[in-house]
């Protein structure tokens, strides 16, 4: 008996230890950023300055549109793949998924050879049509999507499945269209992992510097997002210093981001 | 007593023959991007003639890099592009006495099918340039070239040339990536990485009156824990060999 309640109290204390050494690592971090931005008479100036204020505008703005475009083109996809049948399905499903699993890097590689210059319909809609995305805005949204809507419509697929499709065929019995089952029925039960979905690839197209920084290049104001200028920032005679600086900025919006996700989700919970 | 001095003498210089033989030390070497290919010859040709040595390099702008061995990033050897990162570096007593070992100077790179013949040609509008961040020492010398350039090619030339620009690379190799891939008709960058005929790229000079002379200096970590292996690494940089590889990928020498 007091055998076992030792065990336990052991069992209890390495799960704790490991638990608080999980936090401490994620923590401390964030408490050096905090601390080297502190201990910094130029933190002030760097975050006040236009070159954070372009860059994040320019995050800011493209991810939400990143995110907008997943949903209109993410959410109908993640539907059917939920609720159709087709062949080669797991085909696409696993295409889906191919980008959370490869580097950005990878993404902004494939990107260049699909939309470049010299990429495979780069090339003819440049010469048809002058149109290139290289060093362009669109092609910061472009490097966002590719990353971050898998993030979305993964989140959605798993929401819709959780949804029985009985509920949707009792709305279609008591004489709802099937646009109106959807959208009253199935997206409000869904609406947890929608939303989830919905900040991981805000959130994600936030972050993303590999796929922008080799597709679409870095410019103040047009190309430089929050990542990049970090990236600039830490390549600057200012070091490390302009780097944690934009970093403190970047850490507050996240934040902000998050705590608004939250009193919204609490919001709908007491709908 | 005479033979006792030359034992003593011996004793004296063992330790100095053998710092530079063959052993098993390995050592880290941050390098600026710039001497991505001329140090991964020279690496391999240090570690034929020093067998049982490894050279391990890290390489990109300089400005980074110095920031990394300032923060006690474990480089043995720091290369630069610029003498600036390494000064600092030196004053702050992070890295010892550095020697320059190379010099380089800018060229146009341009794409494939594009028409440009001369310095002049890169003021035209529209055309997609991209240079390296003004932060990385590339950058700096891109703006300074323009700078000279426009005393001989008139006002405004500095700045018609920089609205071109449609990117900042954060690194010189970047740059002309992005030419080779077409993405940019033309890019601004160092002599030596046209110098090997790279694919998809026409190489136009920079007229000697407006280039400008990159220094790259090189020196031991204060914190190395090879320090020894490291300045061999270094006397082999300055050495013939280490010099004719350098010469090889189109830098200039230390004079």
């Known amino acids: ?271 | 007593m005479r033979r006792l001095a030359a034992l003593a003498i011996l004793a004296s210089l063992l330790p100095l023959t053998a710092g530079c033989g063959s052993g098993d030390a390995s050592i880290t070497v941050f390098a600026a991007s710039s001497l991505t290919d001329a140090f991964r010859e020279a690496g391999a040709a240090y570690e034929a003639a020093h067998p049982g040595t490894k050279v391990a390099f890290s390489f990109a702008s300089s400005q980074a890099l110095a920031t990394q061995v300032d923060e006690g990033a474990p480089a043995d050897v720091f290369a630069s592009a610029s003498e600036e990162p390494m000064d600092a570096l030196a004053k702050a007593g992070k890295a010892a006495a550095p020697t320059v070992f190379a010099t380089n100077a800018l060229a146009v790179a341009v794409a494939k099918g594009v028409n440009i013949d001369s310095l002049d040609d890169l003021a035209r509008p529209g055309l997609r340039l991209v240079i390296a961040a003004e932060d990385v020492p590339a950058g700096r010398y891109t703006r300074d070239m323009l700078t000279k350039a426009t005393a001989v090619y008139g006002p405004g030339f500095a700045t018609r040339v920089l609205a071109n620009v449609r990117s900042e690379e954060p690194n010189v190799r970047a740059v002309l990536t992005k030419v080779q891939l077409g993405e940019a008709d033309a890019g601004i960058v160092y002599e030596s990485d046209l110098s090997g005929g790279p694919a998809d790229v026409a190489r136009v000079s920079v007229p000697a009156a407006v280039n400008v002379v990159a220094r790259y200096p090189v020196a031991v970590v204060s914190a190395s824990k090879h320090r020894e292996a490291a300045r061999c690494f270094i006397d082999f940089l300055l050495g013939d060999e280490g010099q004719a590889i350098l010469r090889r990928h189109g830098f200039g020498g230390p004079g």
């Not at chain 1, 997943?70 to 080669?88: C, K, M, N, Q």
């Open chain 1, 1 to 271: 008996m007091s055998e076992q309640s030792r065990s336990d109290r052991a069992t209890s204390a390495v799960l704790w230890l490991l638990a608080a050494s999980f936090a401490l690592f994620f923590l401390l971090p964030l408490a050096g950023l905090v601390q080297r931005g502190l201990s910094d008479s130029g933190t002030w100036d760097s975050i006040t300055s236009g070159t954070a204020r372009d860059a994040l505008w320019l995050s800011l703005w493209t991810s939400t549109l990143t995110t907008a475009l997943a949903v209109i083109f993410g959410t109908p996809a993640a539907y059917l793949l939920s609720r159709a049948h087709f062949p080669g399905q797991s085909l696409v499903e696993a295409l889906i998924d191919l980008p959370i699993v490869l580097p950005p890097t990878v993404a902004g590689v494939a990107l260049l050879a699909a939309f470049g210059r010299r990429g495979v319909l780069g090339e003819p809609l440049d010469e048809l049509t002058g149109i290139t995305f290289g060093f362009t805005t669109m092609a910061v949204v472009m490097a966002q999507f590719i990353v971050a809507a898998p993030f979305f419509v993964r989140a959605a697929r798993a929401g819709f499945d959780s949804v029985d499709p009985q509920f949707e065929q009792v709305a279609h019995t008591l004489g709802a269209s099937p646009r109106r089952a959807v959208l009253r029925v199935v997206v409000p039960l869904a609406w947890p992992s929608l939303a989830a979905g919905l900040v991981l690839c805000w959130a994600r197209a936030m972050g993303e510097l590999g796929a922008t920084l080799i597709f679409a290049g870095n410019f103040q104001g047009r190309t430089q997002t929050m990542p990049l200028a970090i990236i600039e920032a830490f390549e600057s005679s200012a070091g490390l210093a302009g780097a944690v600086a934009l970093s403190l900025l970047l850490l507050a919006v996240a934040l902000l981001a998050l705590v608004a996700f939250r009193v919204a989700q609490r919001g709908g919970a007491y709908r």
